[in-house]
């Protein structure tokens, strides 16, 4: 028997509380009329909802569903999710993963950035949640009722650190869980989202499903970012033969027969020089692995748009 309050924080004032790994399991969970609390969730669940919260710190493990957040307002959270709208909401900083649009309401003085942490639980934790770490739409607000004139949404600043916003857990019983927020270690790829680029250079780069596809694809983007190349966007989707001659043009026949093992992973990275960057590197790094890489700068741009318009079609976005 399920009881509603082991998943259910109201009414608190001047805590901090929380969840460990395998303590929600799944399960839906509700934090409402909390102030000046620091919350954290650090398991999966069904969806979750947050009402009428003021100058709280949250942070919310993998979820299923919907994460909604209602007439709160000064709280900072670190959150993933399937789905995430606020409504009537004032002043939230959010890094955020999304693999759905964001959708916000009535809401404004909302800043996001691109979600950050690692725990050792955290990976299996978004594989029990349905949630791709590479299927991250963090920067791609949707205003549901915008004022004209008027922005009701911006984006943190890029050097902005989650422990400046949600600090790590002061209990002695929450401090069990071994966490990391520096951006190098985060579960989920870090991106650039709609940041402005810093050059007009893109390149594609596309791995293909097998044992090795999450760890190859960590690995080049770490080879990139070391190299001062930036990861713009990531996606895992699944392509049909159609798709693949859409997106890879003259070299689909290749690649074809490679997609029925399951979903790519795609990377967009950004910057002078970084299909050469890209094509050099893939070929000192993964010889023996089928990749498809932007054949020269003048392709890649069509391959980034080729590809990430089929993908968000694939997604309803």
Not at 32 to 58: G, L, P, R, W
Not at 198 to 209: G, I, K, N, P
Not at 230 to 235: A, D, E, N, S
Request: with cysteine.
């Amino acid at each position: 028997q399920i009881d509603p309050k082991d998943y259910t924080f109201s009414r608190l004032k001047d805590e901090t509380v929380g969840r460990l790994p395998g303590k929600v399991a799944g399960q839906q969970f509700v934090i409402q009329d909390c102030e000046n609390c620091s919350i954290y969730i650090f398991d999966h669940s069904a969806t979750i909802t947050i009402d009428d919260c003021v100058n709280c710190q949250i942070f919310l493990g993998p979820v299923k569903g919907s994460v909604f957040f209602r007439d709160c307002k000064d709280c900072k959270c670190v959150v993933a999710c399937q789905q995430f709208r606020t409504r009537d909401c004032r002043r939230l900083e959010v890094f955020l993963c999304c693999a759905t649009q964001p959708i916000i309401e009535s809401s404004t003085g909302m800043k996001f950035g691109c979600f950050q942490y690692y725990y050792p639980e955290l990976a299996l934790q978004f594989k029990d949640a349905g949630l791709s770490i590479f299927n991250n739409t963090w920067s791609n607000i949707h205003d549901f009722t915008p004022v004209s004139g008027e922005n009701n949404w911006g984006l943190l600043p890029e050097a902005a650190v989650v422990q400046d916003y949600v600090p790590l857990p002061s209990s002695e019983e929450l401090k069990a869980v071994r966490i990391s927020t520096d951006a190098a270690k985060s579960i989920i790829p870090v991106t650039r989202g709609r940041r402005q680029k810093t050059s007009d250079e893109s390149c594609l780069a596309v791995f293909f499903a097998g044992d090795y596809t999450t760890a190859n694809a960590r690995k080049l983007i770490d080879e990139m970012t070391g190299k001062g190349f930036q990861l713009v966007q990531t996606k895992e989707v699944a392509m049909k033969a159609e798709d693949a001659h859409r997106v890879f043009q003259q070299c689909a026949s290749e690649f074809i027969p490679l997609l029925e093992k399951g979903p790519v992973v795609a990377l967009e990275f950004s910057g002078d020089g970084a299909v050469e960057g890209c094509r050099s590197t893939v070929n000192e790094v993964f010889s023996g692995t089928k990749v498809f890489v932007s054949e020269s700068k003048a392709s890649a741009s069509q391959d980034v748009d080729n590809f990430y318009n089929f993908a968000d079609m694939q997604m309803g976005m």
